[in-house]
């Protein structure tokens, strides 16, 4: 199974919301990222968590909050946000960190705030 | 900032061999390439990467120059389905790939 999956695939929410994105994978691997990806643009790295740490935070404003409660599982928590944050979502993960590992990316949540 | 150049662009016949190139000019020694490709509304799909040496899989090729400032992916025969965005990434290790505006390869019928 090498597939990285993320609920929900549309998410519509207004900027007083919180809401979740989930990401899951059972390849085993140790590291898991969010990238956010703009129309028309290439993917931007979020966050890296390795061994279920935060190891890289691409100075993100807290109203993402990223959470990695076990190795399989890792949650975007989403409050406050903007309209300028309505973007596509993406998920990946890696064996580990640290060597030419590939990553293996979700289909991605399009988010749009209201 | 992105450390490679690409071209915009690239048009390939359908079942001809598709040469992206790719510019990566201020490689350092410990950073490998990596090519990744984004097909239209999916996640982006690993395809191959390499240090020093030209490589091959059952996706594609890599051919990386003796100086390691450029390199070139090779499809082999082409296939509607690998109408994407391509990208090319220089980094030295896994966890922070920074994606440029890769190239959009079309394959035509």
């Known amino acids: 199974d090498t597939e990285v999956t993320q609920t929900p695939k549309h998410l519509v929410m207004g900027m007083t919301n919180k809401k979740s994105l989930k990401c899951e994978q059972h390849?085993?691997?140790?590291?898991m990222y969010w990238y956010k990806q703009k129309a028309k643009k290439p993917p931007e790295l979020m966050f890296v968590?390795?061994?279920?740490?935060?190891?890289i935070n691409e100075s993100v404003p807290s109203r993402f909050s990223p959470e990695c409660p076990n190795s399989s599982l890792l949650n975007l928590h989403l409050h406050a946000l903007q309209p300028e944050d309505s973007a596509l979502y993406l998920c990946?993960?890696?064996?580990?960190?640290?060597?030419?590992?590939?990553?293996?990316f979700g289909p991605g949540t399009r988010l749009t705030v209201t | 900032d992105a450390k490679t150049t690409q071209p915009t662009s690239m048009d390939c016949a359908e079942g001809r061999a598709a040469n992206l190139p790719c510019n990566h000019s201020?490689?350092?020694?410990?950073?490998?390439v990596y090519w990744y490709r984004q097909i239209h509304s999916q996640g982006p799909q690993y395809i191959i990467h390499?240090?020093?040496n030209n490589e091959t899989n059952e996706m594609a090729s890599l051919i990386i120059t003796e100086d390691r400032k450029s390199s070139t992916l090779i499809l082999p025969h082409a296939t509607l389905r690998d109408t994407a965005v391509y990208y090319c990434?220089?980094?030295?290790?896994?966890?922070?790939?920074?994606f440029g505006k890769g190239t959009k390869l079309t394959v035509n019928p």
């Open positions: 990946a993960s890696s064996q580990a960190l640290g060597l030419a590992y590939e990553q293996y």
């Open positions: 390849m085993g691997h140790r590291a």
């Open positions: 968590y390795s061994y279920e740490k935060l190891s």
């Open positions: 201020t490689i350092s020694g410990n950073e490998y």
């Open positions: 390499g240090l020093k």
């Open positions: 990434i220089v980094a030295s290790g896994s966890e922070k790939l920074v």
